[in-house]
């Protein structure tokens, strides 16, 4: 596995490969920048709470289940509010950017004749705002969310999404490398496979070891 401490730093070892798979949270954007502009659209809808995107956000790094947590101090929490927040925070618009240079750097590898590939865990309507947002999408031979293969089971480190990318793409699984941030599950499957694997050690990242 190589490791790299700036993202753009994946594309030399992307030029060596037919195919390059990215994962997206954290890799080719910073996700507590999805988390915040998750929590200003809650606090919008409740204008009554003073400071609610900045409690949701300390919350957050405590590590606690934000939402609850500053719903149940604020004498606010019901079933109907958690329900209308968890709403807004899945279905927002996000305000988020990928990282500087990500953009050419994919550009110059699809110039390049590298086939490019996304695989990405979550929630289908979360994570299609974040592509969408990003502006992404046509930037990629093959977009698989694993959720969408048939629920949570097909999140990393399952294989499913990698196999079904490198048949997507056209690609033997050792000509393709798979570019992640988070060691607990994104090299699993691809080093299984016999992919080559390109851990971003992102200082920044939610999951950074």
Known sequence: MTVINAILEAEEIAQTCKAAIFDLDDTLYAEKAYVKSGYKAVAAAFPRIENMQEKLWNAFLRGGKAIDEVLTAENACTEENKDKCLQIYRFHTPTIALYEGVEDMLKRLKNAGVKLGLITDGRSEGQRAKIKAL??????????????????????????????????LGVAFADAVYIGDNLRKDFIAPEKLGMKACYFKNPDGLYTE
């Open 135 to 168: 502006g992404i999408e046509n930037l990629f031979d093959s977009v698989i969310i694993t959720d969408e293969l048939g629920g949570v089971e097909y999140r990393k480190p399952c294989e499913r999404a990698f196999v079904l990318t490198c048949e997507r």
